[in-house]
Structures are given as structure tokens and as C-alpha cells.
């Protein structure tokens, strides 16, 4: 009929359809919710602590007297710890006064380790540690650079040994021959390092001819192709070598030499078997027979190691 409404199927007219409904309807399920553990106040005999719900609710099923030993428990606790602390507060106190404003940490002792050249006192003073330092307060990196700022002095440590005590451990650079500067001879090492000036030449130490004059000082470093160059022989001489040479220098035509304290020179050529070359020269200067037959000699030339070539000083 024209003036009728549809309804649904179980809806009254003009009713809205209720959520969920239609298709699915009624398949829903509630979903799990999270279980939360609330905090509750305690009684008032247990001093306002918050504990659990689920552990409120079982304190508060217990008797009166089990109820007030459990919150009595609880509050000794909370006690204990606030006592702990307090001590363990004290303890750090106590501790901080003893290391930092008693001289039980104060440096009563400086011992030095490694030194051969340098004086005991004189590494003590260049490290600038004294009775007022605190061992535990002691600037290790700073004690270090002051002492490796002494040219002869090529690694530092410092060891601390508590409660009063400090170690320098030192490596001195070893000098191997001197250059002259002027009038003066500065003492070298195998890096190039300069270490020590004296106003008269070094005994026991080469004297290096550089190609060309140059300024040095002490704490400075040579430079250069023909440092390089008898840094590589002095590196290849033993001890007693070293003792014997007197002078390192470099010939036009034959290469570089040797000049020793007996007055014969020894070429050397180029630097390759460069050991080879130095240990042939001092044989032959030191074998008897060549000494028998040529009393004096001039010159030995072992830039072929396999041929050397010697020859004798004229009278």
C-alpha cells in the first residue's frame, strides 16, 4: 500500500538501528584489560607507607596484631636503609678528608728509574713534584711533559705507589756523535735530536762534516741528506767503532768516509752493506801481517767489500 512504511525485520518504524547490528551481530568479544596494580595508603599505624593493593588487602584479612607486627616490619625497613645511607654518607665524608685535606696521600718520597746520564735530583726538580703534592691529585700527563721537554730524555712515565711514594720511569736518548756549531760541538743522536753544547769537542764522539752550515740548539733536531746519510753508517758501527772514528765526512769522488784516530780513512762509498764495508776496513787495519808489511797506511777502500783496496802512507 502507497502510505505504508517498511520496517525492518525486527525494528519498529522509524527506530535507528542499534550498534552492532546487521551482519556479525552478536559475534563480538570483550577484549582483556590490563590488570594494573594500584598503590593504596597503609593505616595509619604504618607511618603512610604506599603498598600494593593485592598486599594492602592481605594485611588488612590478618588480625589486628599480625597487622600492626607486618606495618611495624615494614617501617624498620624503611629505617634500615635511611641508616645505611646515612653511614655510607659518612664513610665517603670521612674518606674525602683523609685523601684530600691530610697528608697521609702527601708525596714523602720521589724514586727515579732509568737515568744513566742524568742526576737523580736534577730529574726530581725538572718534574716539579715536591712533599706538598697529593698522590691521588698528581697531574701524570703534565709531570710527563715536563720531563720530556729535557732533550736528553726520550720517553717518561709516572707510577704511583700508595699511599706516599711516586717512580719517574725514564728512557734516555743515547748521543752517538757532534757537529760544530761555531765554536761550539753539540752532542747528537741517531734521530738527530741536539742533547748538550760544550765550548771543546766531545771525547769519545765523530765529528759530522754537514754539507752546509746551519743554526742549532740544543733541543733541536738535524736536518737533511747527509745527516740521513751518516746516521744510516753510525747505525751500522759497533761500540768500539764508534770509539775508534773520529770523523764522518763525505768525498766528492770516493763518497763518504771515515777518518779514525789513527789517521786512516776509510771509504766507504755508497750506503748499501754498509756493515759488510766497516767490518772488512777494521779487519784489515787490525790484521797483523798488513800491519807488519805496511807499518803506516793511508787509506782503505772498501766500497767493493769483495776487493778492498788498501794503501800505504809514504814516509
Known amino acids: 500500500m502507497s502510505g505504508m512504511q517498511e520496517t525492518g525485520s525486527s525494528g519498529k518504524v522509524g527506530e535507528k538501528p542499534r550498534r552492532g547490528a546487521g551482519k556479525g551481530a552478536g559475534r563480538r568479544t570483550a577484549l582483556p584489560r590490563k590488570r594494573r596494580v594500584r598503590a593504596v595508603v597503609a593505616p595509619r599505624e604504618g607511618g603512610g607507607e604506599r603498598i600494593p593493593r593485592a598486599e594492602a588487602r592481605a594485611v588488612a584479612a590478618m588480625g589486628p596484631r599480625a597487622r600492626d607486627d607486618v606495618l611495624r616490619a615494614r617501617v624498620k625497613v624503611r629505617w634500615d636503609r635511611i641508616a645505611l645511607l646515612s653511614a655510607l654518607t659518612a664513610s665517603l ?44 691529585m698528581l ?4 709531570v710527563v711533559g715536563r720531563l720530556e721537554g729535557e732533550p736528553w730524555i726520550k720517553k717518561a712515565r709516572v707510577m704511583r705507589r700508595f699511599p706516599d711514594a711516586v717512580e719517574l720511569i725514564v728512557e734516555e736518548r743515547e748521543a752517538v756523535a757532534q757537529v760544530a756549531s761555531g765554536r761550539c760541538f753539540l752532542l747528537t743522536d741517531l734521530e738527530g735530536f741536539l742533547l748538550e753544547l760544550s765550548d771543546s769537542p766531545w771525547v769519545g764522539y765523530p765529528r759530522l762534516e754537514l754539507h752546509e752550515e746551519r743554526e742549532m740548539e740544543v733541543g733541536g733536531k738535524l736536518v737533511g741528506d747527509d745527516f740521513l746519510e751518516y746516521a744510516e753508517v753510525l747505525g751500522a758501527m759497533s761500540p768500539d767503532m764508534l770509539l775508534r772514528a773520529e770523523t764522518l765526512g763525505c768525498d766528492a769522488r770516493r763518497g763518504i768516509y771515515l777518518l779514525t784516530g789513527e789517521g786512516v780513512r776509510i771509504f766507504l762509498g755508497g750506503s748499501d752493506d754498509l756493515q759488510l764495508k766497516l767490518e772488512n776496513a777494521f779487519a784489515i787495519m787490525d790484521d797483523c801481517e798488513v800491519r807488519k808489511k805496511y807499518p803506516r797506511l793511508d787509506y782503505v777502500d772498501v766500497s767493493c767489500p769483495d776487493e778492498p783496496v788498501i794503501s800505504p802512507r809514504s814516509s
Do not use: K
Open 93 to 136: 665524608a670521612l674518606l674525602f678528608f683523609t685523601y684530600f685535606r691530610t697528608g697521609v696521600f702527601r708525596v714523602s718520597e720521589v724514586r727515579v728509574i732509568g737515568n744513566r746520564r742524568l742526576d737523580a735530583a736534577y730529574v726530581i726538580s725538572r718534574s716539579g713534584i715536591d712533599h706538598r703534592d697529593n698522590v691521588l
Open 139 to 142: 697531574d701524570a700527563g703534565e
